[in-house]
């Protein structure tokens, strides 16, 4: 892993690209800190990433939310979500974002932008140290994963550029640890009282032991695989069905993406749909985006959804809760002529 000096150096390097460019559940090696007693307080120890080529101790994940309205064949009319990623996590531009960042220019459309614009969160490990959710059964394991909202990853960000932490907080001698911490904000969980330790702590025997058990997680096992064309085709197409309001078709796309709690399909039949490349469904050049609360291990090609409604993890304050009503269908328009008529807006 790279030293507390190379960390700040990327930090800053990443800083400056984001300003100039500013133009599944039941896991319980995820520790769910969201679910804390508001004014409680967690410790969490950091640990380092297994895999040596990742400078950081933690992995970034940007995922899209397609809302549906209901799944197609099916009575209930509520609405779900499907996660899908954002190739911008590869480092290539996303079709989806180029097309939603356009929607940002017209007052009107901002809202909508919102919804489908990428969710980020970051994933860590570590151990809990001091643990207030009575409910939490520590695994065999003892290395949890935590999924971060960028709330909570600017604290920890902002911490290792003071020049005044001399260590890296992941040393297993001179380490330091992070404390969780939940209040309330306008009606939403808010978590900027969370702080860094002030004294360095080693880890105990146990903890040593623990890690020469168990090793440590490769954090990029838990990022979605990087789609291949024919996923992309089947992104594109779950996009344009989800702003035109219409349900998702498990026959279509669940051997690919579907919602959570959904089986996967007994047979790969559905996929022949999307075997042959078609001109007319070719998606745009191609490049994830709870946990927020939290992101339970993606097992590609299919993404699970945050493990549970991680508040903090949207960009906006609202909490992610479980699939509300269904929003009321376009009527009688297909997506091409609703993304058409947003276009001409823009040109307008």
């Known amino acids: 892993m790279a030293s507390l000096a190379e960390i700040r150096a ?14 599944g559940g039941g896991d319980n090696a995820i520790y769910p800190h969201w679910n804390i007693a508001e004014g ?20 970034e994940r940007n995922m899209i939310r397609l809302p549906f309205n209901g799944i197609k064949g099916e009575m209930d009319t509520k609405q779900v979500q499907v996660q899908i990623p954002c190739i911008e996590m590869w480092g290539e531009s996303c079709p989806i974002l180029a097309e939603v960042r356009t929607w940002f220019k017209d007052s009107s459309l901002e809202e909508m932008g919102r919804k489908y614009w990428k969710k980020r969160s970051y994933i860590f490990q570590g151990f809990v140290r001091e643990n207030t959710l009575a409910d939490d059964n520590t695994p065999e394991n003892p290395i949890r994963r935590f999924v971060m909202s960028p709330q909570i ?9 003071d020049p005044e932490m001399e260590e890296l907080p992941t040393d297993y001698l001179r380490g330091i640890d992070f404390r969780v911490v939940k209040t309330q904000k306008g009606g939403y969980a808010d978590y900027t009282t969370s702080t860094w330790a002030r004294k360095e702590t080693a880890l105990t025997e146990v903890e040593q032991a623990a890690i020469e ?17 024919v996923e992309h085709r089947v992104m594109k197409e779950m996009f344009e069905a989800s702003v035109d309001g219409r349900p998702y078709d498990a026959e279509k796309w669940s051997a690919y993406f579907r919602p959570y709690g959904m089986n996967a399909p007994a047979s790969t039949g559905s996929s022949e749909a999307f075997s042959t490349p078609k001109a007319t469904t070719e998606a745009v050049a191609t490049p994830t985006p709870v946990v927020a609360p939290v992101v339970a291990p993606v097992v590609a090609p299919v993404v699970a959804p945050v493990v549970a409604p991680v508040t903090e993890a949207v960009s906006t304050p609202a909490p992610v809760v479980a699939p509300a009503d269904a929003a009321p269908a376009a009527t009688g328009s297909k997506a091409e002529d609703i993304l058409a008529m947003i276009r001409s807006r823009q040109q307008s």
């Open 10 to 23: 990327k930090l800053t390097q990443a800083e400056s690209r984001t300003s100039s460019n500013s133009q």
């Open 40 to 59: 409680a307080t967690s410790t969490l120890r950091f640990l380092p990433d297994s895999d040596p080529n990742n400078s950081f101790f933690w992995v």
């Open 153 to 161: 990853f600017n604290i920890i960000k902002t911490a290792l550029m």
């Open 213 to 229: 058990t168990h090793g440590l997680h490769n954090l990029n096992d838990y990022l979605p695989k990087k789609p291949s064309e």
